[in-house]
């Protein structure tokens, strides 16, 4: 089974493949029953076959003609100013052409905040003062023709500080905690009714604290960046979720015209959020490239990616649950403390998922953020949910045990299966309860002793099943679909569509491709399908929070609505496009769509380069997508270590518009989940700052040994209300619920209720 680390170089291709398959869905019939995918076929991934040749080139591939190589130089204090450097060794090493230690502010600027309304992972630009504001902080850029040399060069570099007092934990002396909803308007503290008299009157209560360690994103490909000026304008190849958001980022930081910046990334070998951004080290590179009058490449080492780019930030939440003997849950608190820097506040929204996720009538959420001395933490995979799922989760199983109920009944019972609590719109769809059935079928929930410790093989492993739900917003943005329709001649047709997108390995080239082909019968290796290139339009708005797909596709489909009806097909209904065309002259048109109540001048907003997402929360409802997620953990009988031999998830996700990608999406999804809750965990050392599990060897991952079976099922059900083709987000939520399944089970297994992560041995001794 493969793990999001161990996919063959995952991103998409730049056209689709000749002769690609066609495929009955893998989900099997029983998964299927009832779903509007059982007899349809579907392609496997465009650019499966593409990406085992090695065949795919990302940013780092790139090698124009006088290419050189630049390597960082970064800060060995946790805190403080740069007070000089020595460079002299640096520079005698032959091939060296560049050291850059300082970059003027007037030739620099530092680009806003993604969160602030900008376009960078951070507002703070690096080696534009002497400041030093973390640990790993990139301070000095050596550029050589050749990468051993640069190397060599970037080692001998000797900086001189002056240090200051750091501090890099929650509750350490020095940091500073500020409410959010107090400097961050815009996201206000969640409060429904009156949750603090609800709980006091509450003859069942519980009152938990759960930690949640920072932890970073691993993409295979590394942060990279290849820049070149070509006369006054600046090439960029680079893996990116957000081309346009980088395009006018680092025209903004070097004072010149977003027309000059051309950003080519048609493929990005995992981004996972820690790509949405600006990052720190394109701005020098493009002053460095400028200096020396070369093309020049930097893929930032992995041990320095652990300071270079964003995390998910350590948090502490604690959760109040007030309940009556019957296990209706009356009363939920959670109040949250979370990491950010000094230099930015990093927005949190935990209680987007408790506030929802059960009808509990009085809520009350309260988000605190801690600022430390690292850089700014950011988006990764469920950057909120998955934590704050496992706080709730794990209350809501260690309430049904305090009441002697069955952890699925106790769930069914608190369903919010119409009304969204927070909001009171109606939800657009909601299937959650048909997952936690669906689920608890599927997986044999009723054979599962209750009991702790009661489940156990015949050389004392003992067994555990636990289960968690979980739900994430079902986001959409703003896009546009340029379209090309082309007769090759003999009943052929060539579609290209160019199409607001990034194709970081989740397969939204083979989705959209799904869509053509279904709606035209144009074959595979007739669509070309180009995304993330800001040559032209669209314009390439950033991918992110789960909602390529449901952004893209509304889009696509569109500007195929427009294409039947300029040629006088049927509104709706497969029909044959090739013989449409006949011997026609191409076809070229576009089609522009939003977020239901966007109104009209948001283009204007994605014309600048700012991010334009909506949801969950609309003008007339809420939308969500759900999961149901049922775990098996096996513990030995003597060095207790955790297995996990077997999941079930079963997802609602809307529309499956492509199930051979959504499925992998799922299954990567529990992987990390697995890894998360298990393994993964940046650890830091208050004396020195920084992360100094910075490397494979030492933040552990799952290996494919760590993986047993996963079986996926997808509702299918389309919400047509959120947009015309009824698809849903899949990819943030297929993590949400992971952690708190597999310690739900841990705890049946062994009767330890753990509420740090990730779960060690020493923790099951």
Known sequence: MPTRRNFLRAAGAASALAGVETVRSPLGAAALAGSTTEQQSYLRRVDARDKVRGVIRYGADRAPAGMTHAVPVVATIGKGRVTGFDTAAAEAVPGVRLVLTHISPAELRSAPFLMAGGFAVQGYQPMTSDRVAYRGQLIALVVADTLVAATEAAELVEARYETESFAVQLGAAGTETVLQSAVLPRFPDTVMGDADAAYAASPIKLDATYDGPPQHAMPIELLSSTVEWQGENLIVHEGTQNANGVQHGIAYALNISADRVEIISPSAGGAFGQKNGLQMHLGPLAIAARRVGRPVKLVIPRTQTFHAGSFRPASRQRIRLGADHSGRMHAAIHDIDAQTSRGDFFPMQYTELTGRLYNIPNFRGRQQLVRTDAQTPGYMRAPFEHIAAFALESSVDELAYRLGQDPVALRLANDAPTTDPISGHPFSSRHLAECLRRGADQFGWVDRRPGTGSMRTKDGTLIGWGMASGAYKAATAPATAVLRAESLGRRRCRITITVDGHEMGQGIRTAITNLISGSVRVPARDVVVIVGDTRGLPPQHITAGSWGTATALPAVDAALAKLRAQLGLPPSGPVDLPAAMGGRPPIELQARTKAPGQPDDIWDRVATGIGAGAGPEYPEFTSMSFIAHFVEV????????????????????????????????????????????????????????????????????????????????????????????????????????????????????????????PIRIEDVM
């Not at 940046?682 to 047993?708: C, T």
């Open 634 to 757: 096996r513990i030995e009988p003597r060095i207790r270590r955790i297995r996990v031999p077997r999941v079930v998830s079963v997802a609602d996700c809307g529309r499956v518009a492509s199930p051979v990608t959504a499925v992998s999406q799922v299954r990567g999804g529990v992987v990390w989940g697995i890894g998360a809750t298990l393994r993964e965990g940046s650890e830091v050392d208050p004396r020195f700052g920084g992360f100094l599990s910075a490397s494979l060897e030492d933040y552990a991952v799952p290996v494919n040994a760590d993986i047993g079976s996963i079986d996926v099922s997808l509702i299918d059900k389309p919400d047509l209300r959120l947009n015309s083709v009824g698809v849903k987000s899949l990819g943030e939520v297929s993590m949400v619920g992971v952690a708190p399944a597999i310690a739900n089970a841990v705890f049946h297994a062994t009767g330890r209720r753990l509420r740090r992560l």
